[in-house]
């Protein structure tokens, strides 16, 4: 498992939010401690990001603070996550080499292989270092 990436000691990592004109721009949060990635809306307005190996989500709204998501039984992430349109499922992709399906809550995680759209195969790209 590789060491999640980080902010080097002169690096700050900020959130924005744009509008599709890309008239509006408003930075959310900004950290010197955790360098956040992959931002995704869930259905519930909030922004989902992977930071230090791990989930978590912020209101977008300037001031706000990025709360962990806690998900049992998950080893570290690494930068993707694929939320499903149901809203409560989202699909991780751990270190280790997993995809992993889990529910929001952090309950009913299993290792999938893939999928079809119609629901039979997952497909993804892997680069494995042997």
Known sequence: MSPARTLRSDQRCRIFTVDPELSRMEMVFESTEHLYEAPNWSTTGELIVNGDGRLWRVTPAPGSVPERIEIDGVPALNND???????????????????????????GTINVNGWEPNGRRFAYVDYPLD
């Open 81 to 107: 996550h694929v939320l499903a349109p149901d809203g409560e499922t989202i699909y991780l992709s751990a270190d280790d080499g997993h995809i992993v399906e889990t529910l929001f809550g952090g309950q």
